[in-house]
């Protein structure tokens, strides 16, 4: 996982980013919050990640499951 994330934010360093989501964070009820909690501090930390939250029960409506 570290060696993707490092991956990213040189692609984003070096303009290379396609503009996809870096991170996708996936959660229910208090775990969601927990999550978004992770996905502010982490993007606190590293501004160009792009890093998105999700209700586990959306995500998976989606992915039509």
């Given at each position: 996982?570290?060696?993707?994330?490092?991956?990213?934010?040189?692609?984003?360093?070096?303009?290379?980013?396609?503009g996809?989501?870096?991170?996708?964070?996936?959660?229910?009820?208090?775990?969601?919050?927990?999550?978004?909690?992770?996905?502010?501090?982490?993007?606190?930390?590293?501004?160009?990640?792009?890093v998105?939250t999700?209700?586990?029960?959306?995500?998976?409506?989606?992915l039509?499951?």
């Amino acid at each position: 996982m570290k060696k993707l994330l490092t991956k990213r934010l040189l692609n984003h360093e070096k303009d290379q980013h396609d503009g996809s989501v870096d991170l996708l964070v996936a959660g229910c009820e208090v775990s969601l919050w927990c999550g978004e909690q992770f996905a502010s501090d982490l993007h606190n930390a590293f501004p160009a990640l792009r890093v998105v939250t999700i209700s586990a029960n959306k995500l998976l409506a989606q992915l039509g499951q």
